[in-house]
């Protein structure tokens, strides 16, 4: 069986040294008005190019932008909304990092494509297939302060799924074979996995040739993971960090989808070892239907320093072969 190595979202902006820290001081300079928007859109296409060449560099051979334009997975998306305004600060999960909360004031439409100019310019500078990214329907919803345009949150949750389908036609359309969905809120409210179905139905009539990828992570996938299976997506992606009775549960039910396997923690800067990881795909990918199956970080890298992030990487990739090494 392949297994193929890929990020999953964000990427560190910056870094310890004076070089790596050019993100931050262009968007200081960008928000006191001391540089254009186009010189700070400028900065922006550099880093990206930046981390991509770092991800390919660690190993990496299904790429992300490393969302270097996203503040966060809330707000990134509804700028490019009409009938949302962004407001306040609520944290991210169990994480020290917090995001922007969208407040729906009407009915929601695109402004216009709002990734397919990122997607387009990663894939000019990546000599590996790009994935984009989305924050998903049933978490934007779950994220968002309903205010107006909708009568419940259930509402909210489709027509967020309406303006997605269009970004995943525009990503497929422009070339993108894999688009991930991510879907963290599910786990923190299972009961609504009848939504999400709905939700991710819509979504997943849009992709045409692509596959999809859900993402599913921040909390135990366990308790949802025969529900999951069932979910419109072509591979499913998940967290197993915080389901020590995944690996188990996988070995005994098997897979009707390739995996991501979500091996190397995000949030921890401890590095992986032969120890940590082996024994579960020694017990998982012999459970898995054939081709190919994804190693990857638990979630996106942006909790670590940035040579952390690195390392881990690297760290994904020579696990990755001597496993393999060891199993021809």
């Not at 879907?183 to 997943?204: F, H, K, N, W």
């Not at 998982?284 to 670590?304: D, H, I, N, Q, R």
Request: glycine share 8%; net charge neutral; charged share 25%.
């Amino acid at each position: 069986m392949e297994l193929v190595l890929t990020s999953v979202g964000s990427y560190p902006r910056i870094g310890d040294a004076p070089e790596l820290q050019r993100h931050r001081r262009a968007y200081a300079q960008w928000e006191r008005k001391e540089i254009s928007e186009e010189a700070f859109r400028k900065v922006e296409d550099e880093v990206t190019a930046e981390v991509i060449r770092e991800q390919i560099e660690a190993g990496v051979e299904l790429v992300t932008d490393g969302q270097v334009r996203w503040y966060d997975p809330y707000s990134h998306l509804a700028r490019g909304l009409e009938g949302v305004e962004i407001n306040g600060l609520l944290r991210l999960f169990d994480t020290n990092f917090y995001f922007r909360q969208p407040v729906v004031k009407g009915p929601i439409r695109r402004k216009g494509p709002i990734l397919r100019r990122e997607y387009e310019f990663a894939r000019s500078v990546s000599s590996q297939p790009v994935k984009p990214v989305l924050t998903g329907p049933y978490t934007l919803a779950r994220g968002s302060v309903l205010e107006g345009g909708y009568r419940a949150f259930p509402a909210l949750a489709m027509a967020y799924a309406e303006v997605l389908a269009e970004e995943v036609r525009d990503l497929a359309g422009a070339g993108a074979s894999l688009i991930q969905v991510d879907e963290p809120a599910i786990v923190r409210y299972p009961e609504d996995v009848g939504l999400l179905q709905e939700a991710l139905t819509s979504v997943a009539r849009a992709r045409g040739p692509a596959r999809l990828i859900l993402h599913v992570s921040f909390g135990d996938v366990a308790p949802l993971y025969r529900d999951l299976q069932a979910l419109p997506a072509d591979v499913l992606s998940l967290d197993f960090s915080y389901s020590p009775k995944l690996p188990r549960l996988v070995a005994e039910a098997g897979s009707s989808k390739p995996l991501g396997l979500g091996l190397i923690d995000g949030r921890n800067t401890r590095l992986e070892t032969p120890e940590m990881v082996f024994p579960i795909l020694d017990r998982v990918l012999p459970k898995l239907p054939g081709g190919a199956a994804y190693l990857s970080p638990t979630c996106g890298l942006e909790f670590l320093p940035r040579d952390r992030a690195r390392a881990k990487l690297e760290t994904m990739r020579r696990l990755r072969d001597a496993y393999l090494g060891g199993h021809v």
